[in-house]
């Protein structure tokens, strides 16, 4: 742990003159942070996999569920937490998505610094997009038509998310990482997916969408 | 105009102590600034209106084809100078789209303030909606099928940025506008036709999808 300065713990986040009064140093090692949250990941993948595998949906849609359940979850325990909890940084004990956000802050100082940009997307995230996900799941389980609209929408509300997240990083100088183990792995490494799977996602819902438009055509004109 | 300070002219925006070295007052006044927009505006949407006329689109989509147009335009030629001028303020000439950005500042100084989540909202909205905005006219004019999932991209692009707008102003205090009338018409009314209209085309397109989704499911069952 960091030593204490003047009754303050020295927190270890870039820029170093960032204020932080009251920090408190994680209690949970990397490990005991990532470890659960991938483990927990898996189980519930897994589990949705298994289960849909009863049903005749395709693999792609099974996929998708997983996905959405994931990504839903993410967004409204995790994003949801940070996004509500201005003092996490601050827990005494070790709460663990107090520790989970304690550690991401080494890969971008502004979770922990409050950035009203990131607590505006990650809100509209956990408030909005979650929620979406988790409904994407029953309209992907139940084939409703709205699926593939549902799915583009929260695909684009990511993407938009994310582009607002990198091009302010870089505005303000790009400098907010500890090192580049943690700007490589956390901030462009954990972000990354949340860029490739919702492009991946909103191409093939254009496809699907523009295909079943030019279907109604054709039965309209003839 | 102001009154020179210490050989800078003081600018009139809040919060007071923000600092805006080489600040140069508008040369226009509010009319002769928004006159033009709204009457270069009209003539554009009168003319799409007229012109469109004579084609077989319904009325809903010659409408549509006004807003996209004014929509688009507004994006690349307003927004594209501001997210790409950061020193906007400091022109010694009566520059029109510095000019704008200037007067807007009366109801937002986060934009002569160069705030980096107005920077990066502007900077998407001029760069991606823009150019897709045009797009989306011609898309409807040539009754593409890309056309209701395209414009429902841009609707949720442009929801997106004026959430992001206005909960960073709610979190950083609220107070950028130099009297309640540039904070009800500038900061609110401006931007309140980016909220309403896209909310309802997106509406629009969202049903339009989910009826040729469910059209031609019953095609494939029967």
Known sequence: MAARQEGEWAHPYVPKD??????VPCFLSQKD???????????LVSFIWIFSGR????????????????TGLTHIILEGYFAFSPEFYKEKTPHYLAEVWKEYSKGDSRYVGRDAGIV?????????????SLIAVYAI????????ILQFAVCIGQLYGCLVYFITAFLEGDNFAMSPFYYWVYYIGANGWWVVIPLLIANRSWKKITAAIQAEKKIKTG
């Open 141 to 148: 389980a139940t084939r409703k038509p709205y699926s593939y």
């Open 33 to 43: 942070i990532v470890v659960p949250y991938l483990a927990t990941s898996l189980l």
């Open 55 to 70: 049903s005749k949906l395709t693999k792609t849609d099974r996929l998708l569920m997983c996905w959405w359940a994931f």
């Open 120 to 132: 505006s997307v990650e809100g509209i995230t956990a408030v909005l997009e979650g929620p979406a």
């Open 18 to 23: 960032l204020k932080l009064p009251g920090y």
